[in-house]
């Protein structure tokens, strides 16, 4: 039987593997495969699969991606050869035996006998060479477009050629498309062989989807049955299915896998992420703004205020500007959903692309919330698609409140609010929807100001956000977490939580450089970094982020006559084993983009680029690399070199200056500006995660530091004691933060700052924390931005860098089953559900609305991270490996009849504090003195 699109793979690849029924709760025995011949989709989002297929002339890295734990397959056409592959016209004349007209490839004879070592060396070599293990091998039936071939001939040809490879390249893995007739004589050789359309085909020639003849059907499971039962060899499926119809994909890769076989489910093009063994889990949010609405993207009410809501719930957000064509392909394969926030109408060129756009999304069935304002005045087309009147006339004042749901008035009564011009429904819409304010004006007729709609929700100003009068503060009218949650359909996930691991929650600690040549407000007025030093460093021996600016410190700086002071002091702080080297910048910039207009952040606008170091001009490189460099051959010990770039002054690189600190291979941190206390209680002082800028991430600081708690270092003092306000509210009701001190080298000149440093430390040190290097908190957040969560087999598959090792699980989802979970060591009660911990960079888990009774011990909290996790007899025996950052304090539920050995001997149990005692009943503490230890629980029977 042809393959419709066996002429298409020859230019671009394919590949796929099995599933089980989705009614087994349990993890899938055979590698989730996926083939994606696109460039669009980063990499990144295939993590959730074991093997991708894909074009190696797009330069992926597969080495790289093996080190993350994604296998990249090659595609290799047998063949057939296009033009333009770099072996093309080595390919001797007498080997072409036909032409593919529609490919403008030229089909190769297989009997030659230089054939397959020409193969070997051409093809299969410089990508071995490259690192590719696997390949997928392509037309192998093309022969039968010549019009006179020998079919023995170039089987024995086909037999041939995979010998050769085997021999010569041991361990090779291969993936065949089709070639049932071969497969006998190759027992041991195919890892698995392809198929195309078992239910769904695109038809090339009509260009449209359509259903598979049961007879083709029939014929197909006859030859993938075959395969598997006489040869061992699993069978993949490979069907095709509009993008933007999910269901039908979902429906279609059932079918499928109820033969036993593997499906692969995708567009025609294979350019879009499918279903198959795994279900992949969007966590991308795309988000239209204004670039005229705000100096930068990091000052626009989006990223500011809702970003930190979508981050909570577990997605990423991607921007665009809507003065800028905006991207193709925006499809839920990779997308949960699309938010606009204007603030008023686009410029007149952009309004008509917009609503093109808008409607296409809606076509194609994707979530939509409108916040803010439509950003332009809805042409026909788009005002019945989103279901509002046209020509409505306008309400009359007052407006009087008739019905408001619970989310409305979050944070800002809606009595406070100024006039504004709602929205009038259609009938159609208006009966599907549920309005989440209703309003009556003074001619009796009735308005909207927010809703949810059968194609998202939307709310407009004044009912999305408020300034308060008098003040630099917003206030949430609406209550951003439920209205995203239910305009774009969002369900319950496992969360990637950057706040907590083990348990508990992460403390970590970083400071600015500045001040390093500040004379302290004690007796003998000495450096406040010796003052620091003594005081703080060498006292509180928590992991620390230290870091200096150059233009203070050096010789060439601004303070020749105390370099050598400062240096000395900074070679010892670096020399503690608890104190981690950063960079805080050559000159300081204050403005990391001069060509951005004045940011919010610096009150005067006047102030300096830097600091005045003569005849510098500022140069990013010489800024992130060069401070680094001076650093690591003045200041750093041996074998410990600078890991992170603090931003200083606004705290605002650009997208270069995050590309050239990557390129450093430097981590990056600050910015965010998180200063939420009783004087402003309002999440909107809750920065983001972090903010992508042309794929670089900048991460940003969990906390902001003292100056914003000291009104900007001129008083008081003692404000950065109003952190601990900060520390509380982003710990309740909602775990959004993890504790960071962050702090500059100045604080500890005058006593009053040192003071608050005391107090903020000895609080930390009082609390059950898991205190972590900022280092390890960065690569967290990166980790977040490219987790991979997928449905499979009943339960989550879940799969990072390693870095990142809780999951939230909502109420809805319950809390794991450990028994039949893998590389899940427990779990801890959390306010808005409960954190998992994972026992590696990939488990598999599935989860319970009530939790069922375990049947050994599991984990519940630790402050150290687990970096070995092994069960034994039932899960009655537990071996269990934590290093942190001082002695460890870990617990266990499920304790009954247990005994328990550290390094090998045994210990009793450590009652908790009372201001760390957990409520998970049955818990058992342990205390080892140590900062790495081995524990092995042993049970009894039960």
């Known amino acids: 039987m042809r393959s419709l699109k066996r002429l298409l793979w020859a230019l671009m690849g394919a590949a796929g593997l099995g599933l089980w029924p989705a009614a087994q709760a349990q993890p899938l025995g055979t590698p989730a495969v996926a083939l994606y011949y696109g460039h669009s989709i980063p990499l990144t989002e295939w993590r959730a699969f074991d093997i991708v297929v894909v074009e190696a002339d797009h330069g992926h890295d597969p080495k790289t991606w093996r080190e993350r734990g994604l296998e990249l397959y090659a595609y290799a056409s047998v063949a057939e050869a296009h033009p333009s592959r770099p072996y093309h016209a080595r390919i001797p004349t007498a080997w072409k035996m036909a032409r593919n007209g529609a490919w403008r490839t030229d089909v190769i004879d297989q009997t030659p006998a230089e054939w397959p070592e020409f193969f070997a060396n051409e093809v299969v070599g410089p990508l071995w060479a490259k690192g590719y293990r696997g390949f997928f091998l392509d037309t192998l039936d093309s022969y039968r477009l010549a019009q006179q071939f020998d079919e023995a001939a170039q089987q024995d040809g086909l037999v041939r050629l995979l010998e050769t490879l085997h021999r010569r390249f041991p361990g090779i893995r291969l993936i065949l498309n089709r070639g049932f007739e071969i497969l006998p004589r190759?027992?041991?050789?195919?890892?698995?062989?392809?198929?195309?359309?078992?239910?769904?085909?695109?038809?090339?020639?009509?260009?449209?989807?359509?259903?598979?003849?049961?007879?083709?059907?029939?014929?197909?499971?006859?030859?993938?049955?075959?395969?598997?039962?006489?040869?061992?060899i699993p069978g993949l499926v490979i069907d095709y299915v509009p993008p933007h119809q999910r269901e039908l994909t979902r429906q279609t890769a059932e079918q499928i896998r109820s033969h036993g076989l593997t499906p692969w489910v995708t567009d025609s093009q294979l350019h879009t992420i499918g279903m198959g063994a795994i279900e992949p889990v969007p966590r991308r949010i795309l988000i239209l703004y204004s670039s005229a609405e705000s100096p930068a993207l990091r000052y626009s009410n989006p990223h500011r205020y809702l970003q930190m809501p979508l981050n909570h719930l577990g997605y990423v957000v991607d921007y665009a500007d809507a003065r800028e064509p905006l991207p193709e392909g925006v499809l839920a394969d990779r997308y949960a959903g699309v938010v606009t926030w204007f603030s008023g109408f686009l410029p007149e060129p952009h309004r008509r692309p917009l609503s093109r756009w808008l409607q296409a999304r809606m076509g194609e069935g994707m979530?939509?919330?409108?916040?803010?304002?439509?950003?332009?005045?809805?042409?026909?087309?788009?005002?019945?698609?989103?279901?509002?009147?046209?020509?409505?006339?306008?309400?009359?004042?007052?407006?009087?409140?008739?019905?408001?749901?619970?989310?409305?008035?979050?944070?800002?009564?809606?009595?406070?609010?100024?006039?504004?011009?709602?929205?009038?429904?259609?009938?159609?819409?208006?009966?599907?929807?549920?309005?989440?304010?209703?309003?009556?004006?003074?001619?009796?007729?009735?308005y909207t100001g927010a809703a949810i709609t059968p194609w998202g929700g939307l709310a407009l100003d004044p009912y999305v956000l408020a300034k308060v009068p008098g003040t630099d503060f917003a206030r949430w009218v609406i209550d951003p977490f439920a209205f995203v949650t239910?305009?774009?359909?969002?369900?319950?996930?496992?969360?990637?939580?950057?706040?907590?691991?083990?348990?508990?929650?992460?403390?970590?600690?970083?400071?600015?450089?500045?001040?390093?040549?500040?004379?302290?407000?004690?007796?003998?007025?000495?450096?406040?970094?010796?003052?620091?030093?003594?005081?703080?460093?060498?006292?509180?021996k928590l992991p620390t982020a230290m870091s200096v600016v150059e233009g203070e410190t050096a010789p060439h700086g601004l303070h020749p006559a105390d370099s050598k002071e400062m240096e000395d002091i900074a070679r010892r702080m670096f020399r503690l084993p608890h104190v981690e080297v950063a960079s805080h910048s050559f000159a300081h910039p204050y403005l990391w983009d001069p060509s951005r207009p004045h940011g919010r952040f610096l009150e005067d606008p006047r102030l300096p680029q830097h600091l005045p170091l003569p005849g510098y001009k500022m140069d990013l490189t010489r800024e992130i690399?060069?401070?680094?460099?001076?650093?690591?051959?003045?200041?750093?010990?041996?074998?410990?070199?600078?890991?992170?770039?603090?931003?200083?002054?606004?705290?605002?690189?650009?997208?270069?200056?995050?590309?050239?600190?990557?390129?450093?291979?430097?981590?990056?941190?600050n910015g965010g500006d998180t200063t939420i206390t009783k004087a402003n209680p309002s999440i909107t002082a809750i920065g983001a995660h972090g903010l992508l800028m042309d794929g670089q991430l900048q991460v940003y600081a969990p906390i902001t530091n003292e100056n914003l708690y000291t009104n900007?270092?001129?008083?008081?003092?003692?404000?950065?004691?109003?952190?601990?306000?900060?520390?509380?509210?982003?710990?309740?009701?909602r775990r959004i933060k993890p504790v960071g001190i962050y702090y500059h080298t100045y604080s500890a000149s005058k006593r009053a700052g040192l003071r608050a440093l005391h107090t903020v430390y000895n609080w930390a040190l009082s609390q059950p924390l898991h205190p972590i290097f900022a280092s390890e908190f960065i690569h967290k957040v990166r980790d977040f931005h490219g987790y991979a969560l997928a449905k499979e087999g009943g339960g989550w598959r879940v799969r990072g860098d390693g870095h990142l090792r809780t999951l939230r699980l909502p109420s809805a989802l319950g809390t794991p089953t450990l028994g039949q979970s893998r590389n899940v060591a427990g779990f801890a009660p959390g306010a808005e559900g409960v954190y998992a911990h994972l026992a590696s960079p990939s488990a598999w888990f599935v989860s319970r609305p009530t939790q069922e009774p375990p049947t050994g011990p599991y984990l519940t909290e630790a402050n150290a991270r687990l970096v070995g996790w092994k069960t034994s007899d039932g899960g009655r025996r537990v071996e269990a490996q934590f290093r942190g950052h001082g002695p460890i304090e870990v617990s266990f539920a499920g304790m009954t009849g247990c005994s328990a050995l550290a390094d090998q001997r045994p210990i009793a149990p450590t009652p908790l504090p009372k201001a760390q005692a957990s409520s998970v009943p049955g818990q058992v503490s342990f205390r080892i003195p140590h900062a790495a230890a081995q524990i092995v629980l042993q049970c009894a029977s039960r």
């Not at 800002?412 to 304010?437: H, Y």
Request: proline share 8%; charged share 25%.
């Open 186 to 232: 190759v027992p041991g050789k195919v890892q698995m062989v392809a198929a195309e359309s078992l239910y769904r085909r695109w038809n090339a020639e009509a260009q449209r989807y359509e259903e598979v003849p049961e007879n083709d059907r029939a014929w197909l499971l006859q030859q993938l049955r075959t395969a598997k039962e006489q040869h061992g």
């Open 486 to 540: 239910q305009a774009l359909r969002l369900q319950p996930l496992p969360v990637p939580d950057i706040t907590t691991e083990n348990g508990r929650r992460l403390l970590l600690v970083h400071i600015d450089g500045d001040g390093f040549p500040s004379r302290a407000e004690f007796a003998g007025s000495p450096l406040a970094p010796a003052v620091l030093l003594q005081e703080v460093l060498e006292r509180y």
């Open 367 to 446: 979530p939509l919330a409108i916040l803010g304002d439509l950003g332009l005045a809805p042409d026909r087309a788009l005002a019945q698609r989103l279901g509002l009147q046209v020509g409505a006339e306008a309400p009359r004042s007052p407006l009087r409140i008739l019905r408001q749901d619970p989310m409305m008035g979050f944070e800002m009564p809606l009595e406070n609010l100024e006039q504004a011009d709602p929205f009038r429904l259609d009938n159609a819409v208006g009966r599907e929807a549920r309005s989440l304010l209703q309003l009556r004006d003074a001619k009796g007729q009735e």
């Open 712 to 733: 900007l270092w001129r008083g008081p003092f003692y404000g950065f004691e109003r952190v601990l306000e900060t520390f509380e509210m982003t710990d309740k009701p």
């Open 625 to 669: 690399v060069g401070s680094s460099q001076y650093i690591n051959e003045r200041l750093a010990p041996p074998g410990k070199k600078v890991k992170i770039m603090l931003w200083s002054g606004d705290t605002a690189p650009n997208a270069r200056a995050l590309a050239i600190t990557e390129d450093a291979g430097l981590l990056n941190m």
